[in-house]
């Protein structure tokens, strides 16, 4: 007994074939796509690793043991990051005021700062602006850490 298969059987099957195929190449250029996005993220950070590498070589190495309570720049005394103290010199103080008086023009305040320039020269006020700057740097020294009883 002979069957008739229906003609359009056989091009049912070739879109699911070429929808299958499509989907494949679809996934793969994805795929692909995926995988050149991680290569330049790598990439990039291979770039960042190697410049930051170069900016710490050119940094010369630092040698000995490092004392955060030691600074070399004078005036400032560091104790820690909260305690850092600013000691003023009055060699500052007297030019500070040189320049306000040159700034401020009516005759009050040129009388003031000439009052506060001849304080600043007495020998007495220097002793105690030595002494102030002593006990500024000795009361904002840490103390030093006690045992727990």
Do not use: W
């Not at 820690?80 to 500052?92: N, R, T």
């Amino acid at each position: 007994m002979a069957v008739d298969c229906p003609g359009d059987l056989g091009t049912r099957m070739m879109p699911i074939r070429r929808s299958a195929q499509l989907e494949r190449i679809r996934q793969q250029q994805e795929d692909m796509r995926r995988r050149r996005e991680e290569e330049g993220k790598k990439q990039e950070l291979d770039l960042n690793s190697s410049m930051r590498l170069k900016k710490l070589a050119q940094i010369p190495p630092k040698t000995g043991i490092d004392n955060p309570m030691f600074d070399t720049e004078e005036g400032i005394v560091l104790e820690s990051p909260h305690y850092a103290v600013k000691i003023l010199e009055i060699e500052d103080l007297f030019s500070s005021l040189k320049h306000i008086q040159h700034t401020l023009v009516d005759s009050q305040s040129q009388e003031d700062i000439s009052l506060l320039l001849q304080l600043v020269q007495n020998k007495d006020f220097q002793n105690a602006f030595k002494i102030h700057n002593a006990i500024t740097v000795h009361m904002n020294k840490a103390s030093p850490p006690f045992p727990l009883i």
